[in-house]
């Protein structure tokens, strides 16, 4: 019963179950083991599974031709999961909808529009790797829609500027925050509770968590009871998602991480992926920065909500161009202040100096400095953690980010 997990997935649901209140939802999903092919009365959604056809497959030749150096990715082409997207164009055509929502596989783009060539077609991507690829081959996907959706402004930007032809079909729609379950504290905290940093989010190089550990380490000069948990999932991107992002010179350096050739790849990326880069961290930190930092991903079996509001800030010093990051909407949610990375989607989400503060990619000195200003000035901090969760109110609540997909169906519906 429910929503499959992964954050795609849980997006997906959150947005069915809120449209189901005024309109027909059906959401195709992969059959998984023990799932019933059709189910009926979830939260309004009819929920249709089909075989994932050799799944596994498709995700063994996809980290294959990502050690080889494979291009274009595989995960790009129409090879990708193609039986699941025809069993899924097939059940459309017996069924026709008005609409159909497109979760990231643009390649499916072409099987849906063959299906039901009267449907009006909206694509859901949630980052910019689709705008790295062959111009040509996304610029005749995005030909056969009817919008385009993104997760921030920061990508719809670049979606726009890498297709400037169809800029005009490219709309932005936040990621959501469930506010009821994602809230503040009830009770003031402990003084313990006013010295922990809390990161969230995967463990990998370009999210910056080993710049992180440096700028704590730094922190304990000044506060040596503060805390450091990280709540982390699993790490390194895809080899071909990272080559897709080092022309920027912040991910580039990041190289020694993901080895070089084959052999270097397969080394760093599948022999010592996640411990690799643990040890790497853990060699760069003092023995009581050691002591003082707690890794965790054990995701299944913590209560996040409850993470968030035991921590006093969150940091997210990503490398990258994030997309978006929802771990900070959730921690503002949560009343949290936010200390983020000046790049990407980031700087739409944080109100400098009102909800946290940004600083530049990689600046540790500048990073420890804002953690050690706040955890030493609760009264900015309590003021901060209104301002966040007044902010989260005003912009995430998945509510709000239902109405406006529903509008952008009524943009597309009404294109010509």
Known sequence: MGPQRGSIASITWELASRLAQRHRVTVYGPLMPGQPPEESGLNGVLVRRV?????????????????????????????????????????LAKDPPDVVHIQVNSQFIPVVRRAVPHARIVFHTHDEFLTRLDPELISRRMAM????????DYITHRWREKFSRRAARVHTLWNGVDLERFRPRETEPDGAANK???????????????????AFDRVLDEIPDARLSVMSSAGLLPSNQFELLDDDPYIAELGQYYGRGMFGR???????????????????????A?????????????????????????????????????????AMASGLPVVASRSGG?????????????????????????????????????????????????????HRVADRLEEIYRIASAST
């Open 290 to 330: 050691r002591e003082r930092i707690s890794f965790n991903d054990s995701f299944g079996s913590v209560d996040l909500p409850d993470i968030y509001r035991r921590a006093s800030l969150l940091a997210a010093p990503a490398l990258c161009a994030e997309p978006f990051g929802l771990p900070l909407a959730e």
């Open 266 to 288: 397969v080394r760093k990326q599948l022999l010592s992926a996640r411990r690799g880069y643990i040890d790497t961290i853990w060699s760069g930190l003092r023995p009581q």
């Open 145 to 152: 829609t009817d919008a385009v959706v993104t997760c921030s």
């Open 51 to 91: 075989p994932h056809v050799r799944r596994a497959l498709h995700k063994a030749i996809d980290v294959a031709t990502s050690l080889v150096g494979a291009h274009p990715p595989y995960f790009a082409s129409s090879a990708f999961f193609r039986g699941y997207a025809a069993a899924v164009a097939r059940q």
């Open 346 to 398: 980031m700087p739409s989400i944080v109100e400098h100096g009102r909800t946290g503060f940004l600083v530049e990619r990689g600046d540790i000195a500048s990073l420890a400095h804002v953690m050690v200003s706040l955890l030493k000035d609760p009264e900015q901090l309590a003021v901060m953690s209104r301002a966040a969760r007044s902010s989260a109110e005003s912009r995430f609540g998945w």
């Open 196 to 214: 922990h940093i809390l990161y969230v989010g995967r463990l990998s190089p370009e999210k910056g968590v080993h710049i992180l550990a440096q």
